[in-house]
Antibody
Framework: QVTLRESGPALVKTTETLTLTCTFS??????????VSWIRQPPGKALEWLARIDWDQDKYYKPSLRTRLTISKDTSKNQVVLTMINMDPVDTATYYC?????????????WGKGTTVTVSS | QSALTQPASVSGSPGQSITISCTGT?????????VSWYQQHPGKAPKLMIYDATNRPSGISNRFSGSKAGNTAFLTISGLQAEDESHYYC??????????FGGGTKLTVL
Protein backbone atom coordinates (compact mmCIF):
# COMPACT_ATOMS: atom_id res chain seq x y z
CA GLN A 1 0.00 0.00 0.00
CA VAL A 2 1.37 3.39 -1.02
CA THR A 3 1.08 6.20 1.50
CA LEU A 4 2.52 9.68 1.79
CA ARG A 5 2.44 12.04 4.75
CA GLU A 6 3.39 15.71 4.83
CA SER A 7 4.87 17.31 7.92
CA GLY A 8 6.15 20.73 8.83
CA PRO A 9 5.29 23.89 10.75
CA ALA A 10 1.71 25.06 10.78
CA LEU A 11 2.75 28.68 11.19
CA VAL A 12 5.66 30.64 9.77
CA LYS A 13 6.42 34.35 9.72
CA THR A 14 6.90 36.57 6.71
CA THR A 15 10.42 36.31 5.21
CA GLU A 16 11.11 33.04 7.03
CA THR A 17 12.01 29.78 5.29
CA LEU A 18 9.47 26.93 5.15
CA THR A 19 10.72 23.36 5.29
CA LEU A 20 8.25 20.57 4.55
CA THR A 21 8.94 16.86 4.65
CA CYS A 22 7.11 14.17 2.71
CA THR A 23 7.54 10.72 4.26
CA PHE A 24 6.34 7.90 2.07
CA SER A 25 6.05 4.13 2.03
CA UNK A 26 5.07 1.44 -0.42
CA UNK A 27 7.43 2.49 -3.21
CA UNK A 28 11.05 3.41 -3.75
CA UNK A 29 12.24 6.70 -5.16
CA UNK A 30 15.21 4.90 -6.65
CA UNK A 31 12.95 2.95 -9.02
CA UNK A 32 13.12 4.16 -12.60
CA UNK A 33 10.07 6.23 -13.49
CA UNK A 34 9.17 7.14 -9.92
CA UNK A 35 8.94 10.76 -8.80
CA VAL A 36 7.42 12.86 -6.03
CA SER A 37 5.71 16.18 -6.64
CA TRP A 38 4.68 18.97 -4.30
CA ILE A 39 1.41 20.80 -4.90
CA ARG A 40 -0.28 23.53 -2.90
CA GLN A 41 -3.77 24.95 -2.61
CA PRO A 42 -4.55 28.35 -1.06
CA PRO A 43 -7.83 28.46 0.85
CA GLY A 44 -10.74 28.35 -1.60
CA LYS A 45 -8.45 28.38 -4.62
CA ALA A 46 -7.11 26.01 -7.24
CA LEU A 47 -4.32 23.47 -7.05
CA GLU A 48 -0.87 24.74 -7.99
CA TRP A 49 2.00 22.44 -8.93
CA LEU A 50 5.28 23.50 -7.31
CA ALA A 51 8.11 21.04 -7.86
CA ARG A 52 9.09 17.49 -8.67
CA ILE A 53 12.09 15.26 -8.00
CA ASP A 54 12.79 12.18 -10.08
CA TRP A 55 14.31 8.79 -9.30
CA ASP A 56 17.52 9.93 -11.05
CA GLN A 57 17.77 13.18 -9.04
CA ASP A 58 16.46 15.41 -11.82
CA LYS A 59 14.50 18.33 -10.39
CA TYR A 60 11.86 20.57 -11.90
CA TYR A 61 10.22 23.72 -10.53
CA LYS A 62 7.33 25.99 -11.34
CA PRO A 63 9.11 28.73 -13.29
CA SER A 64 7.64 31.66 -11.32
CA LEU A 65 8.76 30.11 -8.01
CA ARG A 66 12.06 28.62 -9.13
CA THR A 67 14.22 31.09 -7.20
CA ARG A 68 12.44 30.32 -3.94
CA LEU A 69 12.11 26.53 -4.05
CA THR A 70 14.50 23.66 -3.43
CA ILE A 71 13.49 20.00 -3.54
CA SER A 72 15.66 17.13 -2.35
CA LYS A 73 15.33 13.49 -1.45
CA ASP A 74 16.75 11.02 1.02
CA THR A 75 16.11 7.66 -0.57
CA SER A 76 17.29 5.71 2.47
CA LYS A 77 14.73 7.49 4.66
CA ASN A 78 11.96 7.49 2.04
CA GLN A 79 11.66 11.25 2.37
CA VAL A 80 11.39 14.24 0.06
CA VAL A 81 12.01 17.71 1.44
CA LEU A 82 10.75 20.98 -0.02
CA THR A 83 12.10 24.30 1.16
CA MET A 84 10.60 27.65 0.23
CA ILE A 85 12.44 30.81 1.15
CA ASN A 86 11.14 34.30 1.83
CA MET A 87 7.63 33.25 2.81
CA ASP A 88 4.77 35.71 2.32
CA PRO A 89 1.12 35.67 3.45
CA VAL A 90 0.10 34.74 -0.13
CA ASP A 91 1.93 31.44 0.43
CA THR A 92 -0.68 30.45 3.00
CA ALA A 93 -2.04 27.15 1.70
CA THR A 94 -2.44 23.43 2.17
CA TYR A 95 0.67 21.74 0.84
CA TYR A 96 0.42 18.24 -0.62
CA CYS A 97 3.00 15.74 -1.76
CA UNK A 98 2.08 13.05 -4.24
CA UNK A 99 3.65 10.04 -5.87
CA UNK A 100 4.11 10.67 -9.55
CA UNK A 101 4.97 8.52 -12.53
CA UNK A 102 7.39 10.43 -14.72
CA UNK A 103 8.82 8.29 -17.49
CA UNK A 104 6.44 8.00 -20.37
CA UNK A 105 3.61 8.82 -17.99
CA UNK A 106 3.07 12.04 -16.02
CA UNK A 107 0.39 11.85 -13.38
CA UNK A 108 0.01 11.69 -9.62
CA UNK A 109 -1.79 8.60 -8.42
CA UNK A 110 -1.49 8.76 -4.63
CA TRP A 111 -1.59 11.93 -2.56
CA GLY A 112 -0.89 12.72 1.06
CA LYS A 113 -3.60 14.30 3.18
CA GLY A 114 -1.85 17.65 3.08
CA THR A 115 -0.47 19.99 5.71
CA THR A 116 -1.79 23.48 6.28
CA VAL A 117 0.70 26.33 6.47
CA THR A 118 -0.25 29.83 7.56
CA VAL A 119 2.12 32.73 6.97
CA SER A 120 1.71 35.62 9.37
CA SER A 121 3.00 39.10 8.73
CA GLN B 1 3.27 28.84 -17.86
CA SER B 2 -0.38 29.88 -17.50
CA ALA B 3 -3.03 27.82 -15.77
CA LEU B 4 -5.26 25.69 -17.97
CA THR B 5 -8.75 27.08 -18.53
CA GLN B 6 -11.75 25.28 -17.07
CA PRO B 7 -15.33 26.48 -16.61
CA ALA B 8 -15.88 27.65 -13.06
CA SER B 9 -19.01 25.56 -12.67
CA VAL B 10 -21.18 22.98 -14.38
CA SER B 11 -24.36 21.29 -13.23
CA GLY B 12 -26.58 18.39 -14.14
CA SER B 13 -29.41 16.30 -12.83
CA PRO B 14 -29.03 12.74 -11.57
CA GLY B 15 -28.74 10.32 -14.46
CA GLN B 16 -27.64 12.96 -16.94
CA SER B 17 -24.21 13.38 -18.49
CA ILE B 18 -21.95 16.40 -18.18
CA THR B 19 -18.67 17.36 -19.79
CA ILE B 20 -15.95 19.58 -18.33
CA SER B 21 -13.46 21.17 -20.69
CA CYS B 22 -9.81 21.98 -20.05
CA THR B 23 -8.14 24.28 -22.56
CA GLY B 24 -4.41 24.83 -22.84
CA THR B 25 -1.91 25.44 -25.60
CA UNK B 26 0.29 23.47 -27.94
CA UNK B 27 2.96 23.61 -25.22
CA UNK B 28 0.88 21.55 -22.81
CA UNK B 29 -2.51 19.94 -23.53
CA UNK B 30 -2.10 20.07 -27.29
CA UNK B 31 1.45 18.79 -27.31
CA UNK B 32 1.08 15.67 -25.18
CA UNK B 33 -1.46 13.08 -24.15
CA UNK B 34 -0.33 13.54 -20.55
CA VAL B 35 -3.56 15.07 -19.28
CA SER B 36 -4.95 13.90 -15.96
CA TRP B 37 -8.12 14.68 -14.06
CA TYR B 38 -8.60 14.86 -10.30
CA GLN B 39 -11.70 14.92 -8.10
CA GLN B 40 -11.51 16.83 -4.85
CA HIS B 41 -14.19 16.80 -2.18
CA PRO B 42 -14.14 19.61 0.39
CA GLY B 43 -11.34 19.24 2.91
CA LYS B 44 -9.94 16.16 1.17
CA ALA B 45 -6.91 15.43 -0.97
CA PRO B 46 -7.40 15.19 -4.73
CA LYS B 47 -8.14 11.77 -6.22
CA LEU B 48 -6.92 10.65 -9.63
CA MET B 49 -9.83 9.94 -11.99
CA ILE B 50 -8.26 9.91 -15.48
CA TYR B 51 -4.63 9.77 -16.66
CA ASP B 52 -2.99 10.01 -20.06
CA ALA B 53 -6.11 11.81 -21.31
CA THR B 54 -8.29 8.72 -21.62
CA ASN B 55 -7.24 6.05 -19.11
CA ARG B 56 -9.08 5.20 -15.90
CA PRO B 57 -7.14 3.95 -12.88
CA SER B 58 -8.25 0.72 -11.32
CA GLY B 59 -11.30 1.24 -9.15
CA ILE B 60 -12.65 4.30 -10.94
CA SER B 61 -16.16 3.93 -12.28
CA ASN B 62 -16.55 3.61 -16.04
CA ARG B 63 -19.04 6.48 -15.79
CA PHE B 64 -15.94 8.68 -15.93
CA SER B 65 -14.24 9.06 -19.30
CA GLY B 66 -11.67 11.37 -20.83
CA SER B 67 -10.93 12.60 -24.31
CA LYS B 68 -8.84 15.22 -26.06
CA ALA B 69 -9.08 17.26 -29.23
CA GLY B 70 -6.33 19.69 -30.12
CA ASN B 71 -5.55 21.97 -27.21
CA THR B 72 -8.63 20.96 -25.22
CA ALA B 73 -9.21 17.94 -23.00
CA PHE B 74 -12.56 16.80 -21.73
CA LEU B 75 -13.88 14.90 -18.74
CA THR B 76 -17.30 13.35 -19.20
CA ILE B 77 -19.34 11.94 -16.35
CA SER B 78 -22.33 9.88 -17.39
CA GLY B 79 -25.22 8.74 -15.21
CA LEU B 80 -24.62 11.55 -12.74
CA GLN B 81 -24.91 10.60 -9.09
CA ALA B 82 -25.13 12.76 -6.01
CA GLU B 83 -21.69 11.55 -4.89
CA ASP B 84 -20.15 13.05 -8.06
CA GLU B 85 -20.76 16.56 -6.71
CA SER B 86 -17.25 17.86 -6.18
CA HIS B 87 -14.48 20.00 -7.63
CA TYR B 88 -12.62 18.68 -10.65
CA TYR B 89 -9.16 19.73 -11.79
CA CYS B 90 -7.29 18.94 -14.97
CA UNK B 91 -3.51 18.81 -15.19
CA UNK B 92 -1.09 18.60 -18.08
CA UNK B 93 2.57 17.93 -18.64
CA UNK B 94 4.30 20.87 -20.32
CA UNK B 95 7.08 21.43 -22.83
CA UNK B 96 9.46 22.43 -20.03
CA UNK B 97 8.84 19.18 -18.14
CA UNK B 98 6.69 20.79 -15.47
CA UNK B 99 3.01 20.29 -14.68
CA UNK B 100 0.22 22.83 -14.83
CA PHE B 101 -3.27 22.63 -13.34
CA GLY B 102 -6.54 24.11 -14.45
CA GLY B 103 -8.48 26.57 -12.34
CA GLY B 104 -10.94 23.89 -11.26
CA THR B 105 -14.61 23.26 -11.96
CA LYS B 106 -17.31 22.90 -9.35
CA LEU B 107 -19.84 20.24 -10.34
CA THR B 108 -23.28 20.58 -8.83
CA VAL B 109 -25.73 17.68 -9.02
CA LEU B 110 -29.17 19.26 -9.02
Amino acid sequence: QVTLRESGPALVKTTETLTLTCTFSGFSLSTRGMCVSWIRQPPGKALEWLARIDWDQDKYYKPSLRTRLTISKDTSKNQVVLTMINMDPVDTATYYCARMFCNGYYYMDVWGKGTTVTVSS
Amino acid sequence: QSALTQPASVSGSPGQSITISCTGTSSDVGGYNYVSWYQQHPGKAPKLMIYDATNRPSGISNRFSGSKAGNTAFLTISGLQAEDESHYYCSSYTSIATLVFGGGTKLTVL
